[in-house]
């Protein structure tokens, strides 16, 4: 069985990240996506902390945003934050952003984190308290 790991967490639209026109800037859907991965990490016992604590940083080096619908200026949104469990040494996360009036999906949303030791050096093996986060989690058999 593939146990699935999820969070949902709300973000309001501000006014800062609209434009001219009061449509959300594409740039700032990176935020919401960040926070989406920081509710997660603190929910599943996985933040920035919890990696940095353990010698270790986590970088992105991939993201792929589809943007499905307009967001404006008061929205509510939805980010719902998806681990992708893999044997690879990295951290893949999906993402679905929903406005919660309508529940309507206006994007959705991939990242790809790394691992790299305070010498900023790639890591190419998962690192032991992510195995060990792994199998408390039930993603390992």
């Avoid at 998806?82 to 994007?107: G, H, P, S, W």
Wanted: aromatic fraction near 14%; proline fraction near 1%; avoid cysteine.
């Amino acid at each position: 069985m593939h146990k699935i790991l999820k969070d949902r967490t709300e973000v309001k639209v501000r006014f800062g990240e609209v434009d001219s026109m009061g449509i959300v800037w594409h740039g700032n859907y990176v935020k919401y996506i960040e926070e989406g991965r920081e509710s997660f990490g603190k929910r599943y016992g996985m933040s920035y902390l919890d990696i940095y604590a353990n010698d270790v940083m986590a970088p992105v080096v991939k993201m792929n945003i589809d943007f499905k619908k307009q967001v404006y200026y008061g929205d509510v949104l939805i980010v719902e934050t998806e681990y992708i469990n893999q044997e690879a040494a990295k951290l893949i996360f999906n993402f679905n952003i929903y406005r919660k009036t309508d529940e309507e999906l206006v994007a959705s949303a991939q990242s790809t984190q790394v691992f790299i030791d305070l010498n900023r050096e790639m890591l190419l093996y998962t690192p032991e308290f992510v195995e060990e986060w792994k199998q408390k989690q039930g993603l390992k058999g």
